[in-house]
């Protein structure tokens, strides 16, 4: 019995830096923290409480929190009082409160 055996030899490119080292999850994750580790971080440190506050102040400067609040009570008029609920009024200000910059 004769075994016939091919030997291949691969050439590596000499142009081509070699491949960075694979990370691990632990690395990953110490890079990259999730939305979950960063919202932790910013209510233990009180900054996610003053970016909120100092998002209101701002919404409310440039006249966004009015506007939406006319866009409301607009479409409350039209459709009647009793006929509106919470979603109907998120569904037809969203698209517009999204829409319009905040100068």
């Known amino acids: 019995m004769s075994h016939s055996h091919k030997l291949v030899i691969k050439r590596s490119s000499m142009s081509r830096p070699p491949p960075p080292p694979p990370t691990t999850n632990k690395d990953q994750q110490h890079q990259n923290p999730s939305l979950q580790e960063i919202n932790i971080k910013l209510i233990q ?8 506050e100092l998002l209101r102040e701002r919404l409310l400067e440039c006249g966004w929190i009015d506007e939406m609040k ?6 409350t008029r039209k459709k009647g009082r009793n006929n509106v609920t919470v979603d109907d009024l998120v569904h037809v200000i969203s698209p517009k409160g999204r829409g319009m910059s905040i100068q």
């Open 70 to 75: 006319t866009l409301c009570r607009a479409f």
């Open 45 to 52: 440190s009180g900054e996610k409480e003053r970016l909120k």
